[in-house]
């Protein structure tokens, strides 16, 4: 089963509607990492919010995390077209000791910006 | 891209044959990773290095074998590919050490006919 899994599976808004992808996870975390997919490229990351950490923003991005509901969501104000792409979060797995800093993807929230 | 390359960026190769990809990078980071992405299944880690000769599986390592001989290249191998191994493959290394930002590499589309 996925460590982390997002929702919606798909999300479609209008430009300059806010959107909120929510990500899940089941397992204690050291980090979450929220990343951009545009079709058939590679990932960009965007935020990396500790677990110690409860909200980070980047520009349009505010990430929040909340460990005692395991979950996580990264909202996109003011959206653009250019905003159209896949969004991942990904989990830093605490397992007690050295994780190496695997990553443990979900499915993504494929999201659909309209001009 | 933190100066991450992937070699081939594409390749369709036969059921059975090896092959090599090819992560590299510029900036001597100490870890490093090979995702594949699969639709349905997101990335799912194959193997990873936390320095020179070190290295270890991860979730979907099957099949796969992995070199790091020098610190700039993360070799992952295909021992006999197989349909099943189709996929697009990712490289990451993580700047600043574990438990930082992972960046990733552009890909390389892989077809096992």
């Known amino acids: 089963s996925q460590q982390g899994e997002e929702d919606p599976q798909a999300l479609s808004i209008q430009e300059g509607e806010n959107a909120t992808m929510n990500c899940s996870y089941k397992t204690s975390i050291n980090n979450l990492q929220w990343y951009r997919q545009n079709s058939g490229r590679g990932l960009v990351h965007l935020i990396l919010?500790?677990?110690?950490?409860r909200e980070k923003h980047s520009g349009r991005l505010r990430v929040t995390l909340d460990t005692s509901k395991k979950s996580s969501s990264l909202l996109i104000t003011a959206s653009r077209a250019a905003d159209t792409a896949s969004y991942f979060c990904a989990t830093d797995v605490y397992a007690g000791g050295t994780s190496y800093g695997k990553l443990t993807f979900g499915q993504g929230t494929i999201l659909t910006v309209h001009p | 891209d933190a100066g991450i390359t992937q070699s081939p960026r594409h390749k369709v190769t036969e059921t059975g044959t090896p092959v090599t990809l090819r992560c590299h990078q510029t900036?001597?980071?100490?870890?490093m990773y090979w995702y594949r992405q699969d639709p349905g299944h997101g990335l799912r880690l194959i193997h990873y290095?936390?320095?020179?000769?070190?290295?270890d599986k991860g979730e979907v390592s099957d099949g796969y074998s992995v070199s790091r001989s020098k610190t700039e290249d993360f070799l992952l191998t295909l021992e006999s590919a197989t349909s099943s191994q189709t996929s697009v493959y990712f490289c990451?290394?993580?700047?600043?050490?574990?438990?930082?930002?992972?960046?990733f590499g552009p890909g390389t589309r892989l077809l096992v006919l």
């Open positions: 290095s936390y320095g020179v000769k070190d290295t």
């Open positions: 990451a290394i993580s700047v600043g050490g574990i438990r930082e930002t992972q960046y």
């Open positions: 900036e001597n980071h100490r870890y």
């Open positions: 919010i500790r677990s110690n950490e």
